[in-house]
């Protein structure tokens, strides 16, 4: 079996060099860009010594005359002006970003795919290595930390704390903007991406695997959850394989023709125009993650991560849902050998009165394993089983909990294995 | 007929109104006429109220509760001793606290034997592992739920009866009657038992020929309650 070499991965992003970068980029980049993809392809290849590249700009075209040309005519701004931007600097003052990340290389994390379609121009590529990194991180400090959740309550947790919606606030938390169009002549520290710009050829995908069953005029096919761990994609979605053709302007009108009415316009466009940004944002933070790890190393990026993404709030328990809690609870407890369970009145008032209140606990045995209150006895003895259900999905070792990663640096303490849980009790769908 | 005299109650925050004797006398001419007219018999009883300052601050002052006294602030009050107060306000127990029994064998709050040890003198908390108190109390209570525990006394042969049963005439062996003939839910008897669909079509029929003569308050209850359920199981009530 083939390894990955991940640390490889990343070896033609550090092009940007600060030093090597500055002087000669503003030629070699508009050679560059009206070079042909194919060529585009072979240059990456020969760069794994970013020297090369700069030798064939220097033959070909510092020969040239250092004619005016028009920035508006460039699909992103140059890189040699990310050096003049205040708000890409204040941007890297305000992340505590490392010195080692060129402003160049942050200038580049904020150009989408739909504003300039030049791989090496665009953040794809740093996004994709970005987006590895942060769903690993969420994914394994989620199943250390709560090793009994569910799969759909894994897939929704990690949607929750790394999907589109929730980087989106990241990237806003941050102080970053979008210009109003892509172009040559925006200011750099600015995201660009745009709405109107046909799909691009290469857009940032998941891992997963293409299901022709998925296409939309196919309905009803099975999708069990051990399916959608093995083919689709981190957050459990079937992944995307609307063809590159279509444009963003046509899904949008498509939206619209659907429903048979106006588009419904919100403060922040229509909810598709809200989608493209949405994904654009997090495009973004990932690919500020991929810049930290091609920079910085693997430490650096975890603790990015940590930092920025993991220290954020989320309910857990808010995400569960129960078709029929009670039947769940005794099924555990017949799989785990405890005693069936009884739901016992523990105190009640106003019995007879408008609003009473019972308070109901779940006993195995002589052990309680939930107590709520609730106005009827039949809404207590629900609730008070799906308590139950909650406290043993949500159980946790603690939260200074050690996670596989922890053990990549060096002199790490030895490893403890962590708990691995039967899996789940009862599973819908 | 003779009327019944009935005596208002005196107003309670006032204790001068129903004590004086000269307000007593004036206070029957704004009743009814037939209050007037007759004697007051009664006399007014004095009750206490807190009316001063004093009284309201001493009333106010109650004893802390006795989780927040420490052993030795009984024996001596001037010795302050350095302990944990534990006594947090009554509400809904969080889901984040696993209850012991579901802790796994290897977790070290098992071994460690928590409850026993740090919460036994706790007055709010009573973990139900520690035996001595429980084990009498717990089976005291009441339950809730189905009255009786589950049976597993149904052989496949009953259920094919009753399978016959149900094919046979299915107005006559309803899901209701056949749980009560066989002793078991009508849960069980949904599950083994499936009617034709005429007879499901025609149940559904009577249902909506039910509900059609609801009127709109009677709709909405029912909308309402099976809206309050779905939510009570999404977790949101």
């Known amino acids: 079996m083939k390894r990955l070499r991940v ?137 250390c930390r709560y090793p009994r959740l569910p799969m759909p309550i894994i897939w929704e947790a990690v949607k929750a704390y790394c999907g589109p919606a929730a980087l989106f606030q990241v990237a806003r938390s941050w102080g970053v903007e979008h210009a109003a169009a892509p172009g040559g002549e925006v200011d750099p520290g600015l995201l660009q991406f745009s709405v109107h710009n046909p799909k691009p050829a290469v857009t940032l995908v998941g891992l997963g695997y293409k299901r022709v069953e998925a296409e939309p005029d196919k309905r009803h096919w099975r999708r069990g959850i051990s399916n959608r761990v093995v083919f689709d994609d981190d957050f459990g979605n079937a992944v995307d ?71 954020r709030t989320l309910d857990l328990a808010r995400l569960f849902r129960f078709a029929k809690p009670t039947v769940e609870l005794a099924t555990l407890c017949a799989r785990e050998d405890f005693d069936a369970p009884v739901a016992r009145l523990l105190s009640e008032t106003g019995r007879l009165s408008r609003t009473p209140v019972f308070v109901v606990g779940i006993y195995s045995g002589k052990d309680k394993l939930g107590e709520a209150a609730g106005p009827s006895l ?29 053990m990549l640096v060096e002199g790490a303490a030895k490893w403890e294995p962590a708990h691995i849980d039967l899996g789940e009790i009862v599973t819908s769908h | 007929m003779e009327v019944q005299l009935t005596r208002r109650p005196v107003a309670s925050c006032c204790r001068r109104l129903a004590s004086s004797p000269l307000l007593g006398h004036r206070r029957p001419t704004i009743l009814s006429p037939a209050t007037a007219a007759a004697p007051s018999t009664t006399t007014p009883t004095q009750t206490r109220h807190k009316a001063t300052a004093s009284r309201t601050k001493r009333a106010l002052n109650i004893a802390p509760h006795k989780s927040f006294l420490s052993p030795s602030s009984s024996n001596t009050t001037s010795q302050k001793s350095t302990h944990v107060i534990f006594n947090p306000p009554s509400a809904a127990p969080s889901v984040y606290h696993t209850p012991f029994k579901f802790l796994p064998k290897t977790d070290p709050r098992r071994r460690a034997n928590l409850p026993a040890n740090l919460f036994a003198s706790s007055s709010t908390i009573q973990f139900s592992s520690t035996p001595t108190t429980t084990s009498a109390s717990v089976t005291a209570l009441p339950t809730v739920g189905p009255a009786s525990p589950k049976k597993y006394h149904l052989t496949p042969e009953d259920v094919q009866q009753m399978r016959e049963l149900r094919a046979a005439d299915p107005v006559r062996n309803s899901v209701a009657s056949l749980a009560n003939r066989f002793g078991c839910s009508k849960l069980f008897v949904i599950f083994c038992c499936q009617s034709s669909p005429q007879h499901r079509d025609k149940i559904r029929e009577a249902i909506a020929a039910e509900q059609a003569r609801w009127g709109p308050r009677k709709m909405a209850a029912f909308q309402e309650r099976a809206r309050r359920r779905q939510m009570l199981l999404d977790g949101e009530l």
């Open chain 1, 7 to 143: 640390d490889r991965l990343t070896g033609h992003l550090l092009v940007a060099r600060p030093r090597s970068c500055c002087s000669p980029a503003s030629p070699a980049a508009v050679a560059l860009r009206s070079a042909r993809p194919d060529h585009c392809i072979r240059s990456i290849r020969a760069q794994s010594t970013a020297a090369a590249a700069q030798q064939v700009s220097e033959v070909d075209y510092l020969s040239e005359s250092k004619s005016a040309f028009d920035p508006t005519e460039l699909p992103s701004p140059l890189p040699n002006r990310a050096l003049q931007s205040a708000k890409l600097a204040a941007l890297h003052a305000r992340l505590s970003l490392s010195p080692k990340i060129p402003l160049q290389a942050l200038a580049r994390t904020l150009v989408d795919a739909s504003a300039d379609e030049h791989p090496q121009f665009n953040n794809t590529n740093l996004a994709f290595v970005g987006q590895t990194i942060i769903n690993y991180h969420v994914a394994e400090w989620l199943m």
């Open chain 1, 378 to 406: 039949d809404a207590a003895r629900l609730k008070a089983a799906i308590n139950a259900l909650k406290a043993w999905y949500l159980y946790s070792p603690g939260d200074k909990v050690r996670v596989p990663s922890d």
């Open chain 1, 241 to 311: 394989i609307t063809p590159n053709t279509e444009t963003r302007l046509d899904l949008m009108q498509e939206d619209t023709s659907d429903q048979q009415t106006e588009p419904v316009y919100t403060s922040y466009g229509t909810h598709r125009t809200r989608e493209i940004a949405e994904e654009a944002h997090a495009t973004f933070v990932r690919a500020v993650v991929g810049a930290i790890y091609a920079h910085c190393g693997r430490e650096s990026a975890k603790a990015f991560v940590k930092a920025h993404i993991l220290s």
